[in-house]
């Protein structure tokens, strides 16, 4: 990177470069490398929103992916766990904010196909506006610290919130199953909000949301939707701005997911 950088700005590196975010190495160098010797046990990395200007799971899962096996590798340690807190939700129309869903959805498979990698949901914690830094800190720190407390330090404290088990198209309804879902129900005593629906064309479309069934730790939802008479997929909070009242007995919020398979650029 550094190579690349002296054939790009040779110019301006001959006459001295100023440190500064943007230049190539700079936060690795003067943010991580000189703690390397220390003894870390693990890192809760607050995701930047630049990433997801790009829509791209496929180049941000691999980029997600080298930075984490990268510092495991310069701390020594392969296993070192890593709980990173997924985009939030933002209240901004902007082209560069389209992507957050995907993102969101990239960083939960990065979690469930790298060990030892946590994905903390934030859904219901992002700005209300197109401030990028939401309000409320503290529930956010909460949640990264509490999941680090359960998942590495083997304390039984809550983390998780309801997240896709599985789905089962029935007629002209879909039924949801999610795990991490005793108690289920909403915040505001309505009925579940953020779903939609769609068939073979691919066009969602809102979904009216029951909770038909909960037994122990999972719960089956039924959507359907006048728009849609014989339902394939569903998803849920799929959006960069949303208002979901969906929780577990806990009060976590429930995951956002989509059922139809990504498309990934190749």
């Not at 693990?42 to 930075?67: C, F, H, P, R």
């Not at 983390?159 to 999610?178: D, H, R, T, W, Y």
């Not at 701005?241 to 806990?250: C, D, Q, R, S």
Request: charged letters at 25%.
């Amino acid at each position: 990177m550094r190579g690349r950088a002296r054939k790009n700005i040779s110019p301006r590196l001959n006459q001295g470069s100023p440190d500064h975010p943007y230049k190539p190495a700079f936060l690795y160098e003067s943010g991580i490398a000189w703690t390397t010797a220390l003894p870390i046990t693990g890192v809760i990395w607050y995701q930047g929103e630049s990433d997801a200007e790009i829509i791209d799971n496929a180049q941000n899962s691999m980029l997600l992916k080298t930075m984490i096996s990268s510092w495991r590798k310069a701390f020594r340690n392969p296993e070192m766990p890593f709980v990173m807190i997924q985009l939030p939700r933002i209240n901004d129309p902007s082209k560069i904010r389209a992507g957050w869903p995907e993102f969101r959805e990239m960083q939960d498979a990065v979690a469930k196909t790298v060990p030892k990698v946590y994905s903390v949901n934030t859904i219901d914690l992002g700005s209300t506006n197109s401030d990028v830094h939401p309000p409320f800190k503290r529930p956010v720190g909460e949640r990264a610290g509490n999941t680090a407390l359960n998942k590495v330090y083997g304390k039984k404290i809550p983390c998780e919130g309801p997240a896709l088990k599985a789905f089962k198209p029935s007629g002209s309804n879909i039924l949801v199953q999610l795990d991490q879902a005793a108690g289920l129900t909403t915040t505001d005593g309505k009925e579940p909000a953020q779903f939609e629906i769609a068939g073979t064309d691919g066009t969602y479309h809102p979904a009216a949301a029951e909770i038909i069934n909960r037994k122990g730790n999972t719960a089956v939802i039924r959507l359907s939707s006048p728009e849609v008479k014989s339902p394939k997929h569903a998803r849920y909070c799929w959006n960069r701005f949303v208002t979901p009242n969906l929780v577990n007995g806990n009060q976590l919020p429930a995951r956002p997911f989509r059922t139809d398979e990504p498309v990934l650029k190749k």
